[in-house]
């Protein structure tokens, strides 16, 4: 909480960012919990965003969210920054306090892993390796949790192998990188397969994957929500592999912030995700 007199506000930062779920998300928290406060869609430009983030304590605002393309500069412009946020060089989560000034952290790693272990109640990070797709910025978040987690073994695949190589001396030297070529021998024997790429997306590569030899036993998680599954998440299925999309990531993730900014620790539950997404119960 903060010295403020008035309720408190809060809100997500982007460009463009009228498509976030997080108003709803954090409109439902407020409501249900009978909380004062207000969280607000933020459309700021890159130009003006520097601007727009130093003068939102001024008038109120306890915190944010930060979406793209803004999170690299956020973690560039806060004043105190935790050890996860200096690792990824990105921010998603910011608390305006009235001593430390912009203060940043990075949820994104917490909420993929609390969204695995909400899916596979007793998941083990160590239970085999782990596969993952991709080389973003998501995936550095990813990554960074799964290896703190204590993945004994992950493999990282990308269409461009430099990139996941830059990923991997950036994040973690144990990470191991193999060429694309390789994508189905790396998902045979995993217990985790994570996809962070947009394949098979609107707009994105195709899925150009079989998963094959993916054991049914394997837990396939993509980072991204599409009501229905994403096309990865259907492949996934037809090979009889428990799937968990990125829905959870996005509410799990939101957590932290919420919390520090009204006071209360939220809970991920149905009713949440009926609200997000008008399903479920």
Excluded at 55 to 82: C, Q, Y
Excluded at 275 to 280: I, L, N
Aim: aromatic share 6%; charged share 20%; proline share 5%.
């Amino acid at each position: 909480m903060t010295d403020h007199n008035n309720a408190p506000l809060a809100g997500v930062i982007g460009w463009p960012i009228a498509h976030s779920l997080s108003p709803k998300l954090h409109g439902h928290w407020l409501a249900r919990y009978n909380i004062k406060g207000w969280y607000l869609p933020l459309p700021v430009s890159e130009g003006n965003f520097e601007a727009a983030l130093r003068a939102m304590p001024k008038i109120g605002f306890v915190g944010a969210n930060v979406t793209m393309p803004h999170k690299e500069r956020a973690f560039a412009l806060a004043d105190e920054t935790s050890a996860v946020a200096q690792r990824l060089g990105a921010a998603n989560t910011l608390v305006f306090d009235l001593q430390r000034g912009i203060c940043a952290d990075n949820t994104d790693g917490f909420g993929f892993i609390e969204n695995l272990r909400e899916a596979r109640p007793g998941w083990d990070a160590a239970a085999g390796p782990v596969t993952v797709l991709g080389a973003g910025g998501a995936c550095r978040a990813v990554v960074a949790a799964l290896m703190d987690a204590g993945v004994s073994e992950l493999r990282l695949l990308n269409r461009t192998k430099s990139r996941a190589e830059t990923l991997r001396d950036e994040i973690a030297s144990g990470i191991n990188v193999h060429d694309w070529a390789e994508v189905e021998e790396a998902v045979s024997d995993a217990s985790l397969v994570v996809n962070t790429t947009s394949m098979g997306m609107a707009g994105g590569p195709d899925l150009t994957l079989t998963l094959e030899n993916l054991s049914p036993d394997a837990l396939a998680a993509d980072i991204v929500y599409a009501a229905g599954g994403t096309p990865f998440m259907k492949l996934a299925q037809s090979r009889g592999a428990e799937t968990v999309d990125g829905l959870g990531m996005l509410l799990h993730q939101a957590r932290p912030g919420f919390e520090r900014w009204f006071g209360h620790a939220p809970e991920v539950d149905n009713a949440l995700r009926a609200a997000v997404v008008g399903q479920g119960a």
